[in-house]
C-alpha cells in the first residue's frame, strides 16, 4: 500500500462531512461570503492554537508556502461561489472537484512523480466516479451554453484549488510542520475572506446560524488538512491528493444510508467506482 494513504482517506470522511456541513448551511440560507468568513475567524485561531498545544508553530519558509497556498483557497472559492449564482451545480460541482487533475499534473512534471498503471487506472475510476455521483442533469447540461461565465468562473476555481494542494506538497518537502503551513494558509485567507464578505454587503454580520456551522465546518477541515499535509510528507501527490479530495463519496453515502435519498443504479456505479479508484491509487 502507497505510504501516506491512511491519512489521506482520514482526510477524505472529514472533508465529505465538511461538505456536508456546508451544504446545510447553504439549505438554511446562509450566504456563501458569510460563511466563509464565518469559517475563517474559527480556523485562524483554531490552528494557532494546534500549533501552540503541539509545539509545532514556527516561523519558517513553509509558513510562506502556507500562505501562497491560502491565496489559492481564496481565489478558488470565490470564483466557485461566483460560479454557482449562474450556472447549474450539477455541472459546477464536478468541474470544481476535478482539481486533483491539475494538481497530479503539476506533481507530474514539476516534481518527476510516475504515472503508473494503477495510478492511471484509479485517475480514470475518479473521473468517472465524479461524473455518476455529481454530474448528469440533463436539464442543467441543456442550459449550460447560456452559463458560459460561469463555466470560465469554475474552471478558474478547479485550476487554482489544483495549484493550492500542490503547495501542500511543496510545503510537505520544506520539512515544515502542519501547523506552521497551514497557519500560513489561514493568515492569508482570514484578511481576503473578511475583505471581500464586508465590501458585498458593506457590513457583513454573519447570523448565528453562519456562526455555528462554519465553526463545525472548520474543525472538520483543519483535521483534515492536518492529515492532509501528513500523508504528503509519506508519498505522493499524484496519489493522495485524489485520494483526499474523494469527500464526495461520504458525502454521498451519508445521502444515501442517513437521509434516506433514492439509491438509483447511477449512484450505485458511482461508488462502485469511486470504491475502485481509492483500491487502484492505493496500490499505485
Known amino acids: 500500500m502507497t505510504p501516506g494513504v491512511d491519512f489521506a482517506l482520514g482526510a477524505m470522511v472529514l472533508l465529505g462531512l465538511a461538505d456536508l456541513v456546508y451544504?446545510?448551511?447553504a439549505a438554511a440560507g446562509v450566504p456563501a461570503h458569510h460563511f466563509l468568513m464565518a469559517q475563517a475567524w474559527w480556523f485562524a485561531p483554531g490552528v494557532v492554537f494546534y500549533g501552540l498545544v503541539t509545539g509545532t508553530l514556527a516561523l519558517d519558509r513553509s509558513l510562506l508556502w502556507g500562505m501562497g497556498a491560502g491565496l489559492f483557497v481564496f481565489i478558488a472559492l470565490y470564483n466557485f461561489a461566483r460560479s454557482l449564482k449562474?450556472?447549474?451545480?450539477s455541472i459546477v460541482a464536478p468541474i470544481f472537484r476535478l482539481s486533483f487533475t491539475v494538481t497530479v499534473a503539476l506533481a507530474v512534471v514539476i516534481l518527476g512523480e510516475p504515472l503508473t498503471g494503477w495510478?492511471?487506472?484509479?485517475?480514470?475510476?475518479a473521473l468517472a466516479a465524479v461524473w455518476l455521483l455529481l454530474g448528469g442533469d440533463a436539464g442543467a447540461a441543456r442550459s449550460a451554453g447560456a452559463a458560459r461565465p460561469a463555466l470560465a468562473?469554475?474552471?478558474?476555481?478547479m485550476a487554482a484549488m489544483g495549484v493550492a494542494n500542490f503547495l501542500y506538497k511543496v510545503g510537505a518537502l520544506t520539512g515544515g510542520s502542519p501547523a506552521t503551513f497551514i497557519a500560513g494558509q489561514a493568515a492569508a485567507f482570514l484578511p481576503l475572506a473578511t475583505v471581500f464578505a464586508w465590501k458585498v454587503d458593506r457590513g457583513s454580520r454573519p447570523s448565528r446560524v453562519a456562526w455555528l456551522h462554519a465553526g463545525a465546518t472548520a474543525a472538520l477541515f483543519l483535521v483534515a488538512l492536518v492529515l492532509f499535509f501528513e500523508s504528503l510528507t509519506l508519498g505522493e501527490a499524484s496519489v493522495l491528493t485524489p485520494i483526499s479530495q474523494m469527500g464526495f463519496v461520504v458525502t454521498a453515502m451519508?445521502?444515501?444510508i442517513v437521509l434516506r435519498e433514492p439509491f438509483t443504479a447511477r449512484k450505485m456505479a458511482g461508488?462502485?467506482?469511486a470504491v475502485a479508484a481509492l483500491a487502484c491509487l492505493a496500490q499505485s
Not at 449562474?86 to 451545480?89: D, I, K, L, R
Not at 495510478?119 to 475510476?125: H, I
Request: charged share 10%.
Open 23 to 25: 451544504k446545510r448551511a
Open 86 to 89: 449562474s450556472g447549474a451545480v
Open 271 to 273: 461508488l462502485a467506482l
Open 254 to 256: 451519508i445521502g444515501l
Open 119 to 125: 495510478k492511471l487506472g484509479g485517475l480514470a475510476a
Open 153 to 157: 468562473q469554475v474552471l478558474v476555481a
